[in-house]
T-cell receptor, first 112, second 113 residues
Framework: NAGVTQTPKFQVLKTGQSMTLQCAQDMNHEYMSWYRQDPGMGLRLIHYSVGAGITDQGEVPNGYNVSRSTTEDFPLRLLSAAPSQTSVYFC???????????FGEGSRLTVL | QKEVEQDPGPLSVPEGAIVSLNCTYSNSAFQYFMWYRQYSRKGPELLMYTYSSGNKEDGRFTAQVDKSSKYISLFIRDSQPSDSATYLCAPQRGGGSNYKLTFGKGTLLTVNP
C-alpha cells in the first residue's frame, strides 16, 4: 500500500524562487496536514485540511499556501522561498478528528 | 507555557537497558495520548496510544498516563539497537476539535550493542 506519497524527496532552491511540494494519499482520508521539522523545534503544523475545498492555518503558515481540490491531493506551495524555509516537510493524513496520523517519507528542502 | 514539553535528549543506553521517555502537557482537554517513532530520514509512525489515564502494554513497550499530574511516559524493556530512533509524544483532544495536533519535540534514543 502506498499510503501517503510526497514528491520531490529532495529539492534545492534559490532565494525568491517558488515551488510546490506534492502530497497524495490513497486511503480516502478526509484530514490532511503539512508539518515542517527542524532541529530543536520538533514538528510544527503549517496548514491542514478537513476535506476537499476546506483548508485552515496551523502554527507556522506564513510563506506557504495550500489548496485541496480533491480528497487525494494536498499540495504545499512556497510563494517566494527564503533560507528560513530550509527544512524537512512532512505530509500526513488521518481518517477523522482522532486516531492515527499517517505520514509520508518527507521532502528535504534547501533554500540557498 | 507550551502545550507539550519533551526532553529532547539525546539519550544513549546499552542494549538490554530499560528506557524511560517522558512528556508533560498543560491542556486538561487532552484525552488520547500517542507515541510516534521516527527512524532516521523517515516519517513518524504510530507506536502506541492510550486513552485517558492508566497503562497500556504492547510487547516490550508500556505507555503510561497520569492525568492528575499531566505526565506521559513510554517505557521500553530489554531495549534493542533496532529501537534507536526519535520518539515523539502527541496528546490529543477528543471529538471534532482536534485538528491542530501538537507533538513534543521528540527524544533521540540510541541503543548501543
Amino acid at each position: 500500500n502506498a499510503g501517503v506519497t510526497q514528491t520531490p524527496k529532495f529539492q534545492v532552491l534559490k532565494t525568491g524562487q517558488s515551488m510546490t511540494l506534492q502530497c497524495a494519499q490513497d486511503m480516502n482520508h478526509e484530514y490532511m496536514s503539512w508539518y515542517r521539522q527542524d532541529p530543536g523545534m520538533g514538528l510544527r503544523l503549517i496548514h491542514y485540511s478537513v476535506g476537499a475545498g476546506i483548508t485552515d492555518q496551523g502554527e507556522v503558515p506564513n510563506g506557504y499556501n495550500v489548496s485541496r481540490s480533491t480528497t487525494e491531493d494536498f499540495p504545499l506551495r512556497l510563494l517566494s522561498a527564503a533560507p528560513s524555509q530550509t527544512s524537512v516537510y512532512f505530509c500526513a493524513a488521518r481518517q477523522g478528528p482522532t486516531g492515527e496520523l499517517f505520514f509520508g517519507e518527507g521532502s528535504r528542502l534547501t533554500v540557498l | 507555557q507550551k502545550e507539550v514539553e519533551q526532553d529532547p535528549g539525546p539519550l544513549s543506553v546499552p542494549e538490554g537497558a530499560i528506557v524511560s521517555l517522558n512528556c508533560t502537557y498543560s491542556n486538561s482537554a487532552f484525552q488520547y495520548f500517542m507515541w510516534y517513532r521516527q527512524y532516521s530520514r523517515k516519517g513518524p509512525e504510530l507506536l502506541m496510544y492510550t486513552y485517558s489515564s492508566g497503562n497500556k502494554e504492547d510487547g516490550r513497550f508500556t505507555a503510561q498516563v497520569d492525568k492528575s499530574s499531566k505526565y506521559i511516559s513510554l517505557f521500553i524493556r530489554d531495549s534493542q539497537p533496532s529501537d534507536s530512533a526519535t520518539y515523539l509524544c502527541a496528546p490529543q483532544r477528543g471529538g471534532g476539535s482536534n485538528y491542530k495536533l501538537t507533538f513534543g519535540k521528540g527524544t533521540l534514543l540510541t541503543v548501543n550493542p
